[in-house]
């Protein structure tokens, strides 16, 4: 089964990565538009130095002696140029260039205007009609630094503000959705037996129709139930008296019959009305174990309760049961005294009467209230051992019997919140039927 997500994770991480998608792409189209930008405040500005330039460069050459001779122009201090410039006459002879000018970088003869080779960025233009011509150079190296380091001043807040912003929508989808996790906690806090209506304040409008739909499912579900336990156990005690009646004349029938077919008959009578009334007695703890209470208010101890219940079918069964009880005084828990009473009734009596009728009945309790009934016998097969707690199942067909004994047991323990385990063979042995059940332990 496919674990379901958190939709407090899920609106985080969709609401951060959609802003974080926003925002990346509002970062490149600003990017775009700043190294447009920037292209053009380069543009301008080669062209600004190219028309400053000119004029001193046209009067420095007029005042020369030897006006065609090239002249390297000296700097005040040695730095690496951005922009490098060359003065060139019309045929293309070098008249005057800047001290870490290469030639090599531009064209054979000198034009006018914006050209671009594949390192650099030029710009040309000329004087004294078209007879001295300058051409700035400028790296696109460096273009391309001014648009990195733009790139990285819009990308440099996203980094922050992806786990600030991740932490702020977490907490305000939990502080929105704050209702519906009380929704579920309410839920998870619930017993098996408790159908009553679940009420959250303020729910979200999306939910609160699911929460009402649930409510009016449970009460629902309430109903047939209290309808079904009302009738099981109103039917169970309807029948006592008038089958308690009917076989104490089947017994004194029975006993004045003469011998012959009429006392076959009349034994035959009282053997079903006896199972009858065991049935009968059956539905009724079925009653009580689904009509709840059945955990007790105060801690229970289980020893003396084990003890006596151990002591009063051992008077029946001829000493047939063994029990083991731990070396501490008390094991408290907080299941009903009734409902321990009736899944141990249950569990002795499933193991005397599909056990083994020459070995006893193992029953032992540990300090951790782990309930172990062990009874010998042949292995159960695990296609029949996974369906022996659902009820009218017996494991031997030819043994009489209601088969709701491991029935209601697991109705006990799962209305305690405990847990139950068949395992066949026993542990630690090659044949037999054990049953074990985790009570709750009462909190010390």
């Known amino acids: 089964m496919k674990s379901s997500s958190s939709l407090q994770k899920r609106l985080g991480l969709g609401l951060t990565l959609g802003m974080t998608l926003l925002w990346l792409g509002a970062t490149v189209g600003a990017w775009l538009v700043v190294q447009h930008e920037l292209n053009e405040a380069f543009d301008s500005a080669l062209e600004e130095t190219a028309q400053r330039i000119l004029p001193l460069a046209v009067l420095e050459i007029s005042n020369r002696e030897e006006p065609r001779e090239a002249q390297h122009v000296a700097t005040l201090k040695m730095h690496n140029e951005y922009l490098t410039y060359l ?35 030029l710009y040309g233009a000329s004087a004294l009609r078209q007879t001295l011509f300058i051409e700035i150079a400028e790296p696109l190296g460096h273009r391309r630094e001014a648009a990195r380091e733009a790139l ?52 979200p409008a999306e939910i609160d129709p699911v929460a009402e739909a649930v409510n009016h499912l449970l009460e629902r579900l309430r109903n047939a139930l209290e309808a079904e336990r009302s009738f099981t ?83 029946h069964s001829g000493q047939r049961i063994v029990l083991q009880l731990p070396s501490q005084a008390s094991v408290y828990s907080t299941i009903d005294p009734d409902a321990f009473g009736i899944l141990l009734r249950n569990l002795i009596e499933n193991a005397l009467k599909y056990g083994a009728t020459d070995q006893p009945v193992q029953v032992s309790l540990t300090e951790q209230a782990q309930l172990r009934v062990v009874n010998s016998g042949p292995v159960v097969p695990e296609s029949v051992l996974e369906h022996l ?32 385990k068949l395992l066949s063979p026993a542990t630690g042995r090659q044949d037999g039927f054990e049953v074990c059940v985790w009570l709750p332990l009462a909190p010390s």
């Open 152 to 203: 990285f001043a819009l990308l440099l807040p996203l980094f922050l503000l992806i786990p600030v912003s991740l932490l702020g929508t977490w907490l305000f989808v939990r502080f929105s959705l704050r209702s519906v996790l009380a929704y579920r906690r309410a839920i998870e806090a619930r017993g098996v037996g408790d159908l009553s209506p679940i009420k959250v304040a303020r729910l």
């Open 233 to 315: 156990a109103n039917s169970a005690h309807e029948l006592r008296t008038p089958l308690a009646s009917t076989l104490a004349q089947i017994q004194r029938l029975h006993h004045e019959a003469p011998e012959g077919p009429l006392r076959v008959r009349a034994q035959k009578i009282e053997n079903a009305l006896r199972e009858l009334s065991r049935l009968s007695e059956k539905l009724m703890q079925l009653a009580k174990a689904e009509g709840g209470g059945l955990l007790s208010e105060t801690p229970q101890d289980l020893i003396p309760l084990l003890a006596h219940g151990v002591d009063e079918w051992n008077q």
């Open 87 to 121: 003065v060139r006459d019309a045929s293309g002879k070098i008249l005057m260039q800047s001290h870490d000018a290469n030639p090599k970088i531009f064209s054979k003869r000198p034009t006018e205007g914006f050209s671009t080779s594949q390192k650099y960025r």
């Open 389 to 420: 707690t659902e009820r009218f199942v017996r494991g031997h067909s030819e043994i009489s019997g209601s088969g709701l004994g491991l029935a209601i047991a697991k109705t006990i323990v799962q209305g305690v919140n405990a847990r139950m």
